[in-house]
């Protein structure tokens, strides 16, 4: 009787140990997500897809606000082999959401020009962006790229 009452609350010091584990790196993951996030100016870029031209020249630069959590963003679009005008830009504010379907720690952007268009880029590792659907997965187009890469300063 003594060993079982023994094993029984070993096996609550193990559990209640493991949980306690659990929380404490899910809660630094999200601290470390947030602190990748954005904080200070920084420019993602690369060349999407598009479907009448070569590619989408594509420049996001986002500037934070004082919870890094959120702030400004400019992006310039070029079609790349595309009749005049091909270049736009587009302006906005971004917030960064946590979680996806099937990925609860996703770090997403979420970037708003207009009420009702927004577009949305996981936060893959600190130097990638991946851009979303509609429905914040990841765009499955055999052979296609939709990735942006951070901008790395460069000295001369």
């Not at 949980?19 to 790196?25: D, F, M, N, S, T």
């Not at 990925?103 to 130097?127: C, F, G, M, Q, R």
């Amino acid at each position: 009787m003594k060993d079982n009452i023994i094993i029984a609350i070993l096996v609550v010091v193990i559990v209640v140990g493991g949980v306690y584990l659990y929380k404490r790196e899910k809660a630094q993951m999200s601290g470390n997500a947030e602190s990748i996030a954005m904080d200070k100016t920084e420019t993602f870029e690369g060349v999407l897809p598009c479907a009448d031209c070569e590619g989408i020249k594509t420049e996001i630069n986002f500037s934070s606000n004082k919870e890094k959590t959120g702030g400004t963003f400019i992006e310039k679009s070029t079609y790349l082999g595309a009749p005049s005008p091909s270049s736009f830009d587009k302006t906005g504010t971004w917030k960064v959401v946590t979680g996806r379907n099937k990925k609860p720690d996703a770090v997403i952007y979420v970037l708003t020009s207009k009420p009702d268009e927004a577009e949305a880029y996981e936060l893959i590792d600190s130097t990638h962006l991946q851009l979303l659907d509609g429905e914040m997965q990841p765009i499955s187009a055999p052979g296609q790229n939709f990735i942006l890469t951070k901008r790395t300063a460069t000295t001369n």
